[in-house]
């Protein structure tokens, strides 16, 4: 039987709720950057997190472009959303530009680079500056470089490497390094190896160091969380098997399973397109972009809650002409642990 007084604080719980729902419905909670097929353009959209509506931002850049897997970053202090991108047309065609885009949806510009970067784009709030590899191949060099968002001016950070590595591209974030500064996290492995390492690059040295062995699949995201100081990434296997959601410390390298997500046909993360982290009564919870794997690959998001052992996920489609390259906790959000709690209880 149901205990007295249970109903009660039941309906207050619902209530509660609703207030999120609501407060959702009208801050939209989540920002995306995106492509919009009908008009060829990247521009910010707004999107509710329970529902997946969208509005679209009055500034756009037309005509461009061709978006790398992971380039994009965020500068939240700023209100900013950078990605790199490379121009299909006009005067500018085949070469690469830096996109900067209000998340205010009313402002959206572009400025030439001087090189390529390649894999990994990630926002360092302290020295205010994108950070960003460039490669070559005869001879090989991977070098790290910083690059001004106001004018596009590139520069080295330490010296070159011969012997580092395959990166996978958008697995990358900007963080405290225990004891020693701020270091850029990115998930690569030697080339020829199997097993995918987390690395970090120092930001003052440009030296990269080997943080932790990953489990095996494929990573998904990497985030780095501003209150525990640790790593999260998420491992795919395959599309048939459960996503795996890991924390890592960087002090010591240890490797903790955090959640499953192991909904049928749902999802199929694209590398790099930035996931994002809220914080609610229930704990904390990861929006993704990522398709349907039943199907007709539909884009959207779709959540992974750390609420238990084996996570619920709630996947949510949006319009058929908005891919999603970055998704943005931005305001108040649905707490799909409290959601799922509810809708679920005996």
């Known amino acids: 039987m149901r205990r007295t007084g249970h109903r009660s604080f039941h309906g207050l719980r619902w209530t509660f709720l609703l207030l999120l729902v609501v407060t959702g419905l009208a801050n939209g909670g989540l920002t995306g950057l995106v492509h919009d097929i009908d008009d060829d353009s990247i521009r910010i959209a707004f999107i509710d997190s329970a529902d997946g509506s969208v509005s679209l931002g009055t500034a756009s850049i037309k005509e461009c472009c061709y978006l790398g897997a992971g380039l994009s970053a965020v500068d939240s202090d700023q209100g900013r959303v950078f990605a790199l991108g490379t121009p299909t047309s006009g005067p500018n065609s085949g070469d690469p530009v830096l996109m900067t885009l209000g998340m205010d949806g009313e402002s959206a510009f572009s ?5 390529i970067p390649k894999s990994v784009l990630a926002w ?5 500056q994108l950070i960003s590899v460039v490669t070559a191949v005869s001879p090989a060099r991977t070098q790290w ?14 010296d070159a490497s011969a012997d580092c590595c395959e990166l996978i591209p958008g697995m990358a974030d900007v963080g405290d390094i225990p004891d020693n500064g701020r270091g850029l996290f990115t998930i690569g492995r030697p080339f020829g190896a199997s097993e995918w390492l987390l690395l970090v690059v120092d930001l003052a040295s440009g ?19 501003d209150e525990s100081g640790q790593i999260d990434v998420l491992i795919q296997t395959s599309l048939d098997d459960a996503s795996l959601l890991f924390r890592i410390n960087p002090a010591d390298g240890s490797v903790t399973e955090q959640a ?3 909904t049928e046909n749902c999802c199929l993360t694209s590398p790099g397109d930035m996931a994002s982290q ?4 229930t704990g904390a919870t990861w929006w993704v972009g990522g398709k ?13 809650s750390a609420t238990d052992s084996n996570a619920l996920s709630n996947r949510v489609s949006l319009d058929g002409n908005l891919f999603l390259h970055a998704l943005i906790v931005s305001g108040s959000v649905v707490d ?9 209880e005996p």
């Open 111 to 115: 400025i030439s680079l001087g090189e």
């Open 124 to 128: 360092d709030s302290q020295s205010e």
């Open 145 to 158: 470089i910083t690059i001004d968002p106001l004018d596009g001016s590139v520069d080295a950070l330490g």
């Open 207 to 225: 030296e990269i160091d080997n943080l932790a062995t990953l489990p095996p699949g494929r990573p998904g995201f990497l985030v780095f969380d």
């Open 260 to 262: 499953v997500n192991s």
């Open 278 to 281: 809220s914080k609610g009564v």
């Open 292 to 304: 349907d794997v039943n199907g007709t690959p539909t884009p959207g998001f779709f959540t992974l």
């Open 336 to 344: 799909p642990g409290l959601l799922f709690q509810d809708r679920f």
